[in-house]
């Protein structure tokens, strides 16, 4: 938690206590107006051009999702239960990213009832499946990060989703046939990387990374997911996002996108220091401990 975040001024302590006088504890509590602001502030700092969708694994909660839906954001879901929240708070088909390396059959039902709604395939038997149920959305691939995150992977780099690039003669085979509504790629290399020089060198990559993959399959592309993975600050001392950094450098990927749309997904960004998670103090223990130096 950073210092900032661990003060509390007197009229939302007032708020935070009257919500557990009406509602009791344990509880979770959101500022609506600080939501607005994070969304608002990425406006502000990102170039105009960007799409930011919001990433409904960091809190699914429908109120939530009908704040992010009216300030204009899209919605990035990795189940039929996100699915469902996302449809119900308002976001538009188009604006529904569906993602997840084992979309369930209720998921594919959905998708059916949202043409609109763009997909990320994961592997090319995954492709190889959607060619044969003919579905009409929007697709994207996602391709594997072949480089070093900056964020901690401790399952290592070869457990991460996507299709490698030894994979990509594959899809291309099955992209043959007409049967998929090819638009782009999607790339995510971590999260909670704190550091902008990070998110950087991330976003860079997974441009890189794109492009290969485009010149590989003879396709240009007209949609980039490049993920996001933006940090925000839990311990003392550090410090925020340097935002602006970040919003100079995406005006440069979206010179060298070659005409693409450029999306970002973002989640903890948007809610983690938005919110307060309430609980009461039931009771007290003391325990004192000795410590014996001669013991081993």
Known sequence: MSEASKRIDDATEQ????????????????????????????????????????SLK????????????????????????????????GFPASRLFV??????????????????????????????????EGLPNPVVLRLRPDYESCAVVTAGAGSRFGVPQDELPKCRTILDSGRINLIGFHVFAGSQ???????????RRGLDLSLQASDALSFTPEFLNLGGGFGIPYGIGQAELALAAVGTELESIIARARGARV?????RYLVAQAGWYLTSVLAQQQTLYSINPHRV
């Not at 429908?62 to 996302?86: K, N, P, R």
């Not at 390396?101 to 959607?130: F, G, N, Q």
């Not at 990387?193 to 976003?203: K, Q, W």
């Open 15 to 54: 708020v935070l206590l009257e919500i557990v006088h009406q509602h009791g504890t344990p509880a979770y509590a959101f500022d609506v107006e600080r939501l607005r602001a994070q969304a608002n502030r990425l406006r502000v700092e990102l170039p105009d051009a960007i799409e930011i969708f919001y």
């Open 58 to 89: 960091a809190n699914a909660s429908l109120g939530i999702c009908d704040v992010f839906a009216e300030s204009g954001l899209g919605a990035d879901v990795a189940s039929a239960g996100e699915l469902a929240t996302a449809v119900e708070a």
């Open 99 to 132: 993602a997840g390396p084992c979309k369930s059959r209720e998921t594919w039902s959905m998708l059916r009832e949202l043409p609109d709604a763009v997909i990320s395939i994961d592997s090319p038997s995954e492709l190889s499946w959607l060619a044969s």
């Open 193 to 203: 990387v704190l550091e902008a020089s990070g998110v950087i060198d991330h976003l």
């Open 263 to 267: 999306a970002l997904e973002l989640g």
